[in-house]
């Protein structure tokens, strides 16, 4: 039995071979589309994953540079406290010897307070 191929069965083998060839893109492209979505969300974890890392790094450098920072305000403070007490010294010092000074030379202690007072009046009034 011999069959014709008509204008008809073309048609129809046309429109199956579009149909198939369609749903081949249309797979193509969603498995594209997928890959792009894997690859795209590889990139934001990687991305994700080095900022941690960056923000870690710098959150250890932070405390580094702090800890420094205090050791070093630390060391500074001990450094005026010896100076404070240094100076405190030699002022209770001088104190001393001034006081004794004026015990036993009162009227030459008001004789220079009151000419360091006049000067400084007169430097004072100049400006």
Do not use: W
């Amino acid at each position: 039995m011999a069959t014709n191929y008509t204008a008809s069965d073309a048609k129809n083998d046309l429109k199956d071979n579009a149909n198939q060839t369609a749903n081949k893109t249309a797979s193509d492209l969603r498995e594209g589309a997928n890959e792009a979505k894997r690859t795209a969300q590889d990139a934001i974890d990687s991305a994700k994953e080095k900022g941690q890392e960056a923000l870690d790094t710098a959150r250890e450098r932070g405390a580094e540079y702090a800890e420094r920072a205090r050791h070093e305000a630390d060391r500074l403070y001990r450094e005026g406290q010896r100076k404070v007490g240094e100076v405190a010294h030699y002022a209770e010092d001088y104190y001393d010897e001034m006081s004794d000074m004026v015990r036993r030379k009162p009227a030459q202690a008001l004789g220079i307070a009151a000419g360091v007072g006049f000067l400084v009046g007169l430097i004072l009034a100049r400006r």
